[in-house]
Structure formats: structure tokens, C-alpha cells
């Protein structure tokens, strides 16, 4: 599975290495609202909610949908800016139409680019878009009606939110993670100087290649899309909290960003060998690994991944049961529906190279 980036013709200064403070508070609002996937940061993100008071704590789950899963594309910023107000500031110069789209993109569970028609004059769209929300749960379904209804008031909510966030925790830790963001940056601007694109592309990931003919940058993610840097180009931002994500902004009319994280990983925790057989075998099929990579993204029902994968519900059921046997799933009943999420302590234990793959 390949994101491909085609940049073609695109002029050398075009490619950007900069750090984003924008950036960079969205994973850690995506830390903060899965703590699971970090454990490196566990121990910041119980300090940072034990401090939150009633409120912001409050506001920051019920927005929890453009960070938590995937981000919103306005949330990783093309063209970074010294500071996160001057950034929120870009953010506020997007049209309502382009922030409802990529906010929805995420409430509604990253299925369908809410576009055109725009869900905020089009009655089918609208109703689509709410469908899709009340699907993924009850706190979707109230966002993504509080944002049809009133966008001005939304978008003004969420700013402040994210201004609170500063004062609250993130000024502290952007301080913190300077000189990690700076040194990488001059790894990378050397390298790519120096060497040229391929060995700067490759000390960013060793899921992000240049094409052998150089017209292209492949990122391994779960999905086979293409986008162009034509006339934009591409930006690259390391991040401290981002492990082991690669977080990808791909949609058509938005310049391709990947943000890359720069934080060495955590040792993984020795488990026997016979678990470890027990779970190297349940891998070994390349539609359980998908499932894995689906799942990553959120909770799903057997019915959401079969839908995803163009498989049968059947299908689906016999790779979850080995999957379950071997302790790499949690299922969680909800009303009619079972919800299965990533036991991310057990892909821990196998190592963080797979951590990282199924995370990315």
C-alpha cells in the first residue's frame, strides 16, 4: 500500500524541511487522547490531564475527532510559521466550506472527502455527513451537528481551545523539544544538500523512498492513493510527540505535508517465544496485517472492515478469531455491535519496527 506524491517538475525549493507548532500541538492532542499508542509519553499525558481543569478538559473531548484517529488537514500546516498563533491566524483564512470538509473527514470516520456538493448547502450531503457521524457514536454525531449548524462558532470554539492548550501545557513542551525539532532539521537541510532528496528522504523514514525514475516520493500507509507537489510542493515536519506515526495531508486541493517523528523509540518488553510464534503466525496473512492497519485508526466492526476491505463479513470473522487468539485484539460490545480496537501493549512486545508498521 503506497502514497504517491508526484513532483514531477517541481523546482528544488520546493520541498520544505520546517518545524510546526501547529503541527506539532496535534500530536499532542493525539497523545493525549490515546495515550496507548505512546507509551513513552504516558507518564506527560496523566500530568497533563490531571491539571486541566473541568472545562478545557471538556472541550478537548468534544474535538477530540480532528487529532485522535487522523488529522484534520488544517491541522498540519503547509506553510509552517515561527509561531502557533500566526498559525491559527492561517487556519482562520480558510473558507468555511474547506474546514468543514476536513473536519467531517474525520468526525464521519475518515470515509468519504465531504467536498462537493458542500454539506453546508446541499440538504443530501448534509444528511450523508450526519449518517456517517452517527455511525462512529453519539460525540461525532453532536460536533458534526454543531458544525453544520454554526461553522463561525465552532471554528471560533476550537481556536480557543487550542490557545488554552498553550498556556496549559503546550508552551512548556514545545520549549522542551527545540533543540530535538532544530538538530533534526539541520540533519536533514544538510542531506538534502549535500546528498540530494533520496538521502534526505531516507533519514526521514524507512517508509518514505524516492521513486527509482525520481518523479515521485512513496509513503507505505494504508491506502494506495496518489496526490501531486506540482505548483505547491511538499512539506516535511519532524515531531518529538508524532512516534511512530507518519501523518500524511493527501487531499486533492491541499499541498501535500508529512509530518515524521524524530524521538527515539522505547525499549519493547520481552514476551515468551511461544506467544511470540502464536502471534508472528497470526500476521503472517497479509488481510489480518491490513485489519491490523484498519483498526489502528480507531475501533471498527466486523461490518466497517469488511465494507473497507471489500470482504466478506465471514471473511472478516475467521481473521478476527485468530487475531483474537492471539491477543492482539480487544472487543468491545456496544448495543448490537461488537468494536474491535488494537491491543497495543501486546504489538508492543513484538517490537517497535511492527508498532510502527501497523501505527503508520
Not at 490557545?163 to 537541510?189: G, I, P
Not at 475501533?299 to 471489500?310: Q, V
Request: net charge negative.
Amino acid at each position: 500500500m503506497t502514497l504517491r506524491i508526484d513532483i514531477s517538475g517541481m523546482p528544488p525549493e520546493r520541498l520544505r524541511f520546517a518545524a510546526s507548532p501547529l503541527a506539532e500541538l496535534t500530536a499532542m492532542l493525539h497523545v493525549l487522547a490515546e495515550p496507548e499508542h505512546h507509551p513513552q509519553f504516558a507518564a506527560w499525558a496523566a500530568d497533563v490531564w490531571a491539571g486541566l481543569r473541568p472545562g478545557p478538559a471538556e472541550r478537548l473531548r468534544e474535538a477530540e475527532f480532528l487529532w485522535r484517529a487522523s488529522q484534520a488537514d488544517f491541522m498540519l500546516p503547509a506553510r509552517p510559521r515561527p509561531t502557533l498563533a500566526e498559525e491559527l491566524d492561517d487556519v482562520d483564512r480558510i473558507d468555511d466550506e474547506t474546514y468543514v470538509s476536513a473536519a467531517l473527514v474525520t468526525t464521519c470516520g475518515n470515509r468519504i472527502h465531504l467536498t462537493s456538493p458542500s454539506p453546508l448547502t446541499d440538504t443530501a450531503a448534509r444528511e450523508l455527513a450526519l449518517e456517517l457521524a452517527q455511525a462512529r457514536g453519539p460525540r461525532q454525531e453532536a460536533f458534526a451537528e454543531r458544525l453544520l449548524e454554526d461553522p463561525t462558532a465552532v471554528r471560533a470554539r476550537v481556536r480557543d481551545t487550542l490557545e488554552a492548550c498553550a498556556e496549559a501545557f503546550f508552551n512548556a513542551a514545545w520549549a522542551d523539544s527545540a533543540v530535538q525539532l532544530a538538530t533534526d532539521l539541520r540533519l536533514k537541510k544538510d542531506l538534502l544538500k549535500r546528498q540530494g532528496l533520496g538521502a534526505a528522504l531516507a533519514s526521514v523514514s524507512g517508509a518514505v523512498t524516492l521513486a527509482p525514475d525520481g518523479d515521485c516520493i512513496l509513503v507505505d500507509k494504508l491506502l494506495d492513493k496518489a496526490t501531486t507537489a506540482h505548483g505547491t510542493g511538499v512539506t516535511f515536519i519532524p515531531s518529538v510527540f508524532g512516534r511512530p506515526h507518519l501523518a500524511m495531508v493527501h487531499a486533492p486541493g491541499w499541498q501535500p505535508v508529512v509530518q515524521y517523528p524524530v524521538a527515539e523509540p522505547g525499549p519493547s518488553e520481552p514476551v515468551s517465544l511461544d506467544t511470540v510464534t502464536l502471534r508472528l503466525e497470526a500476521l503472517a496473512h497479509p488481510a489480518r496485517l491490513r485489519l491490523l492497519r484498519t483498526l489502528a485508526r480507531g475501533p471498527h466492526t466486523n461490518g466497517e472492515l469488511a465494507h473497507a476491505w471489500d470482504l466478506t463479513p465471514p471473511e472478516v470473522s475467521r481473521h478476527l478469531a485468530l487475531l483474537r487468539r492471539a491477543g492482539l485484539l480487544v472487543a468491545r460490545r456496544e448495543g448490537r455491535y461488537v468494536r474491535y480496537s488494537l491491543n497495543l501493549s501486546a504489538l508492543t512486545a513484538l517490537g517497535t519496527d511492527l508498532l510502527a508498521a501497523v501505527l503508520r
